[in-house]
């Protein structure tokens, strides 16, 4: 046999050798002692299901199976450590990997996790082993009743384990996140392109990006712009969760088409047309699912060529001797008013609509429970005559309902009785609208709605 047939036959005794090495050797035996070390520095139970030995590729040790307390809190499905081999002859070794498949974490999980980073910090101690990088893939972040993930990230550290940057990207690519130390904080730089919240309102973005600045205990957003919808958002988010949640914040909205997004927001409500708008917001809760009702924003908005489905304001105001009128819409050329969003409710105020062949004014609000309130004051003409009709508002966003208030009808009864229909219905509506604005009367009951056929 020659000499390269001997070093290939040599090779392929080592590389079997290298291979069966790992069904000679047994790691379970160091489970318990490693449980217990990770459950005495975490004050935390800890379990480990298996570990193992593998000598191919490159010598490593994988971990499989481990669980942070007794129930659910962080999960690890397998976590494999590639040692530098030379290393481990020095004083300190050092791992040039550690890989992290299958990780789920929960808020719960973090808070532990932040504590022992910082009482870490305050005692520090000898470096017992160098990590040169981290690799997480397929993790999940779980908080409260909402879910992050599954996304992968890639740590690298420096001398003293501590990160040098952090990227994390969701697995479909949509979204990206750079994260790099600066002193006691962490610049943030996010990119996403057509990515869903995970979160509250399914909103999809065409392009969002967002720099920051944050801290273990809170985040400055300083720099956001957004693609949606047909328009631009721009603008800055402060967050805050050291002991509750917090948010707020301001928007500048420009051109957002709002038949998507209303829908989106509030369900059953049925409005289109391009909104501007600049809100400001804020909301304090101890849980992320609370903040919607605790949120606070207020705004001054502008909506053109748009329409309001589910109501005709000018055949609720020129039918005056029906009940109520629902159904239809109301195309408009603007809409604008002021906004108020506080407990739940909405308070809609300084209403002005307006097109060619229709003027209103009012106020509006909408309770918790989507019941509608209020009042609106609609500009019509009936027989060449001008009016100012006032409309009380009822129903629900689903289905709205539009009723001529008492004077009026009884102003319109009138008129008609005396100078016939349509000439004497106009001027009898117009005196009764005035009687009603002299004496400033409150929205009355809404009638009950007729069985339909």
Do not use: C
């Amino acid at each position: 046999m020659n000499w390269p047939k001997r070093i290939l036959a040599a090779l392929a005794v080592l590389i079997a050798l290298a291979a069966a090495l790992p069904l000679f050797i047994t790691l379970d035996d160091y489970i318990p002692r490693i449980e217990k070390a990770a459950a005495d520095r975490l004050k935390q139970p800890v379990s480990i299901k298996r570990m193992r030995f593998a000598a191919l590729p490159w010598p490593h040790v994988t971990v499989e199976g481990i669980r942070l307390s007794d129930s659910d809190e962080l999960t690890l499905a397998k976590v494999t450590a590639t040692p530098a081999l030379l290393s481990l002859l020095q004083s300190t070794p050092i791992i040039s990997s550690v890989e992290i498949d299958s990780l789920v974490v929960t808020r719960k999980a973090i808070d532990m996790v932040l504590a022992l980073a910082a009482s870490q910090a305050a005692t520090p101690q000898p470096q017992a082993v160098r990590v040169l990088r981290i690799q997480l893939d397929n993790v999940v972040l779980r908080l409260e009743k909402t879910a992050f993930g599954p996304f992968d990230a890639r740590v690298t550290l420096d001398e003293t384990s501590k990160p040098e940057d952090i990227l994390v990207t969701t697995r479909d690519g949509k979204l990206k996140a750079m994260l790099k130390p600066d002193q006691a904080n962490y610049l943030i730089d996010i990119s996403a392109k057509a990515w869903t919240l995970p979160a509250g309102p399914a909103l999809l973005f065409d392009e969002l990006q967002i720099r920051g600045v944050a801290t273990r205990n809170d985040a400055r957003l300083d720099e956001i712009s957004a693609r949606l919808y047909g328009g631009k958002v721009s603008g800055q988010i402060n967050l805050a969760w050291q002991k509750k949640l917090r948010i707020d914040g301001k928007l500048d909205i420009g051109e957002l088409e709002l038949q998507h997004v209303a829908s989106i927001l509030s369900p059953g409500t049925r409005v289109s047309g391009k909104l501007s708008a600049k809100p400001v917001f804020s909301a304090t809760a101890a849980a992320a699912d609370q903040l919607a009702h605790a949120l606070r924003l207020e705004t001054d908005f502008n909506v053109r060529d748009g329409a309001l489905h589910g109501v005709d304001i000018q055949q609720a105001a020129t039918q005056l001797i029906k009940k109520g009128s629902s159904g239809g819409e109301t195309r408009f050329d603007q809409l604008s008013g002021h906004l108020l969003v506080a407990q739940g409710s909405r308070h809609l105020t300084q209403l002005r609509i307006a097109s060619g062949v229709l003027a209103a004014d009012g106020k509006v609000s909408i309770a918790p429970n989507k019941d509608l309130s209020g009042r609106i004051h609609a500009q019509v003409k009936v027989a060449g005559v001008g009016a100012k009709v006032p409309l009380n508002v009822a129903g629900t966003i689903g289905s709205p309902l539009l009723y001529p208030t008492g004077g009026t009808v009884a102003g319109a009864a009138v008129g008609t009785a005396i100078m016939g229909p349509g000439f004497g219905t106009s001027v009898g509506a117009k005196v009764g609208g005035w009687a009603e604005g002299l004496f400033e009367a409150k929205p009355e009951k809404a009638p009950k709605r007729q069985a339909g056929p």
